[in-house]
Structure formats: C-alpha cells, structure tokens
C-alpha cells in the first residue's frame, strides 16, 4: 500500500458520511484538474486515466442513491451525476480545458452545498472563545462558483 493511500485510509475512518462525500467531490476536483494538466501537455494515457477515475468516483457517490428516502433531492443528485458523467465521456473524446474548467467549478459549487449540509448536521462544539470551525469549514478553498446547465 502506497502512503498516499493509507493516508486517506486512515483519515476516512473517523469521518461522517457527508464528510466521506465532501471528500469524493474533492477527488473527482483533483482527477480532472490533473486531466487538464494532461491536456496542456497532450498527454493522453494520464488524460484518460484521470478523467476514468473521475467516473468511477462518480459512480460511488451514485450508487448508494436512496430513491425511497431521498424524494427530490435523490432524484436531482441522480440527474445532476447523469449530466456530469455524460459530460465527462464528451471531455474524453472532444479534450476540453474549457469544459474541464467549467465541471470543476459545478463540482466545487455542489460540493459547498454538503460542506452545508455536514455543518448543519453536525454543529461545532463550542468554548469560552467561541465556536471551533470543522475542518470542512477550513477547507472551502474557493467562495464563488457557477452552476452548470442543469436543472434541479
């Protein structure tokens, strides 16, 4: 097992499902920012293996959908991942540093939203200085974001 790997391993143990999912958006961020590397440099094995792992991922965040429990938000989750892995196919075939730029800033708007939703489930505890911010408070690296053509 690589460092790497047993890093993340080991931090994912103690963290809540929203976290584990705040932390899938950030790999599928990671994996296509190293695919538009990959196209700068016209790389296409890394481009292709970059952009298939970013399916995969989105493909864990999918499966475990609850249709039954989840009503719209479900349903919306399943479109919005529908959208991006179709867009993630097209990227593939037609190499985009555009288009890869445009799902990174989705993917980050979306992934602000359960960095939301893990702060509202889960309140910081507080001292006599006040409250303690999450680590997925700390790690919002970018504020502003776009939402791509999707309607949920």
Known sequence: M???QSY???SASG???VDLVV???EQIVEDLRQASLAIEQNDIRRRT???NHAILVVGHLQSPLDFDNGGKVARDLETFYNTLRQNLVQVQFFPSKPALAQLITDLLAV???WVEVGRAETPAPTSAG?????RAENSDPEPNHVRMNWQG
């Open 8 to 10: 993340r391993e080991s």
């Open 130 to 134: 006040g409250s303690v911010r999450s």
């Open 2 to 4: 690589n460092i790497q």
């Open 111 to 113: 992934r602000k939203a």
């Open 23 to 25: 932390r899938l958006y």
């Open 15 to 17: 963290a809540s499902p």
């Open 49 to 51: 293996k970059r952009i």
